[in-house]
């Protein structure tokens, strides 16, 4: 099956999120290009969204929007993080297919064309499983396995393991995807949330072409949580039951302490007390910190603030039947906020 777009919708749009990533970004856009010609037939357009960039690269994409044709730029009005740049993105990619895909090339552009083929065999989702991790620390290898491994335990949706947003979606399921309205997004849980046909295709990562990975410790974590919390009640009912537990140790507690006052016997020294007041406060406390995480996500969600605002688009509007061979271009800027 062949898909081809329309001079308003083109057949594949490519969503690419950016945090300071001006060295990588004339390398990719030249493999991009390269692959969305020759899997897509001239029909795409490439969406960068900058997430709050420090360095040269929202000048770098305002730049290629203005002199190629199918280049997109989004300007975020402040870093939202990545999960929420790739959601900027969806909201406005108007392709039939839409490829998510990072700045760093890491995940290979020249994959869209095994991806394409695997999704004209009627799949919803075509998701990029790493086979290796090139450049890769042990230390971020070990907690990834362990992360997927946790999620796997705890998640109520099957969610792939070694995986990450590098995937190509349907139509469909973008629109489905837009209309989910969380704050706290795990992207790839969604996707698998939305069900449909889903397929795997097995590639090689390779090391960053330049600059440094903007996805800290600290940003890690926070994916985690989301991927944890947003999929799962087992935490909650992890401390349900440490609390149960905690119950009936008290409980026998206090027919020992009782028994032993009426026979007599009481039991000498702090050490004991002690112990038992640290165990059933540091309980209280795990507890309460897995309640804090779920009642932060309802603080959130229950002030219904748009997902993220949009300070500037800057979009190649040009007609080929118009003005062959070369584009007319204009540009649009405007203040929007998309409200999710």
Known sequence: MTISGSS??????IVVPCLNEQASLPKF??????ACEAAADGSYEIIFVNDGSTDTTWSWICAMALTRPGVVGIDLARNHGHQLAVTAGLAEARGQRVLIIDADLQDPPEVL??????MDQGFDVVYGRRRRRQAETRFKQ??????????????????????GDFRLVSRAIVDRLNAMPEHDRFLRGMVAW???RQCEVL?????????????????????ALAGITGFSTAPLRLAALATLIGIGIGAALAVYIIGAVMTGRVVPGWAS???????FSTAQLACLAVISLYVGRIFLQAKQRPLFVIDQIVRSQASLALAPPKMRVTTTEERRVAIG
């Open 8 to 13: 308003h919708n083109p057949a594949l749009s």
């Open 29 to 34: 856009i030249d493999r991009m290009v390269g």
């Open 142 to 163: 070990g907690t990834a396995h362990s992360f997927y491994r946790l999620l796997a335990m705890v998640s109520d949706v099957e969610i792939p393991s070694n995986t």
């Open 113 to 118: 064309g095994e991806m394409m083929k695997t």
């Open 203 to 223: 590639y090689d990562r390779e090391p960053r072409h330049a600059g440094e990975t903007g996805y800290t410790l600290k940003k890690m974590v926070r994916l």
């Open 273 to 279: 007390l002690a112990i038992i007041m640290v165990f």
């Open 194 to 196: 939305l069900g449909g």
